[in-house]
C-alpha cells in the first residue's frame, strides 16, 4: 500500500511540473530525467547503467537496468552485474556476457530515495522558475505592466501580476503624490530586473521619463504606429514635464496630436501622472530654436552659445525672466535637461548702473554655486539680487534661507556709506 501510495506522490509531482508555464516540453524531461539520475547515482554509485523514460503526457515515467550476465560466483557488482542463474529466471536462453534488461520500480528503492527525488524536483523547479522569471521581465525592461497592490511597506510596495509575479514599487520610484490601497491596480513601467543569488526582483517605476514615454504610445495612436518620434523627454515627477515631439510626416502636427482636441488624450496621461503638468513641443535639430521651445512660456530676446562646453546665456525681458525661471525653478531645470544644456538666464539691461557690481566680483565672499544659482533666476549684478525680494528669492533660485540671508548682507555692505 505504502508503494502504491509512493508512486501517486510522485505522479503528482509530474502533473504538478507539467502544469507550469514557461517551460518548454524539452526542458521539462531533461530536468526531470537529471533528477532521477542524481538520486540513482547517489544510491549505487552509478545512473550509466540506467535508462529513464519519461512521458510527459502520461506524467509518468520508466527505469530501465542494464545488467551484465556472469558466472554465480563471479558476482561483484549487484547494481551493474547478474548471475547466470538469475538471468535464466528471466529467460532461459541468456548467456554468460550478454546484457539483461530488466524494468525496476523507483518506489522499490525505498522511501528516503523518493522523498529525495521529490526535493531534487522542487529545487530545480524552483530555478526553473527563477529562471524563466528572470528571462521574461528582463526582456520587458521598458514596458508597462499591471498589478495589483499586495502589501504596502514603509520603503516599498508589493505587487502581484495576473500571473502571481511578486513586483516591487519602491518608495523613491513613486511619484511623491501616489496613495495606493491593498487590492487597487497599479500601472507602472518595468525600470530592471535584479538577480542576486538567482533570486530574481522585478522593479518598477512610476518616476521614470520612459514610463510617460510608454503612456503617450498608448493615447496618441501616431507614436504607437511610429508617424510621430518622441525625442527627448524630462520629468519632475507629479510636478511638471516637457516631451519634445518631431514628426516624420509634414501633414501632421505633433505637438497638436499629442495633446488631441481640447487636451483629449493628454487628460488621461496627466490624471495617470497625478495630475503632472506636461508641455509638449515640437523638436529641432538646432539648439538655439530647441532652447528657446524648451523655455517656453517665455518669450527670448537672445542666445549666447558655448556648444564645446554645452552652456547657453539667454537674455530676455525682465518681464519674461519669472516665466522662463517658473515656480521654483521648475522650467529653466526641466529645459537644462531636456537640452543638455546649462542655462543661464540674464535680464536684458542697456547698460549697467554705475555704481552696481556684476555678481562675478563677489567670488571670493559667496560661493560659485550661489552666484550660478542668482544668474539663472536672471540676476547678474548685486542691484538685481537687491531688487528681489527675501522670500522670492529664497523660492526662485531654491537657496537655503540662511544661504540668502548672507548674500544679501554682503551685497548690502557694499553699498554702505
Known sequence: MAKKVETISLIDTFSEFKELK????????????????????????????YDVIINPDKGDFEIWRNRTIVEDDALEDENTQITLTEAHKIDEDFEIGEEVTDEVHFADFGRRAVLNLRQTLASKILELQKDSLYNRFIERVGQIVSAEVYQIWKKEILLLDDEGNEMLLPKSEQIPTDFFRKGESVRAVVERVENKSNNPKIILSRTSPVFLERLFELEVPEIHEGLILIRRVARMPGERAKVAVESYDERIDPVGACVGVKGA??????????????????????????????????KISSIRLDEANKKAEVFLKPEEVSLAIGKG?????????????????????????????YL??????????????????????????????????????????????????????????
Not at 335 to 356: K, P
Request: hydrophobic share 40%.
Open 22 to 49: 514557461n517551460i518548454d516540453r524539452p526542458t521539462m524531461v531533461s530536468v526531470l530525467e537529471e533528477s532521477f539520475r542524481n538520486v540513482l547515482a547517489k544510491m549505487f554509485g552509478t545512473d550509466e547503467n
Open 265 to 298: 488624450r493628454i487628460h488621461g496621461i496627466v490624471r495617470e501622472l497625478r495630475n503632472e503638468n506636461i508641455d509638449v513641443i515640437n523638436y529641432t535639430n538646432n539648439i538655439n530654436l530647441f532652447i528657446q521651445r524648451s523655455l517656453s512660456p517665455a
Open 329 to 357: 525653478g521648475m522650467n529653466i531645470k526641466l529645459a537644462c535637461m531636456l537640452t543638455g544644456y546649462t542655462i543661464d538666464v540674464f535680464r536684458e539691461t542697456d547698460d549697467i548702473e554705475e555704481d552696481d557690481i
Open 360 to 417: 562675478d566680483e563677489f567670488k571670493d565672499e559667496i560661493d560659485e554655486w550661489v552666484i550660478d544659482a542668482l544668474k539663472r533666476i536672471g540676476c547678474d549684478t548685486a542691484r538685481n539680487v537687491l531688487a528681489i525680494p527675501r522670500e522670492e528669492l529664497i523660492e526662485k533660485a531654491d537657496l537655503e534661507e540662511g544661504t540668502v540671508d548672507e548674500v544679501l548682507s554682503i551685497l548690502r555692505y557694499e553699498f554702505e556709506d
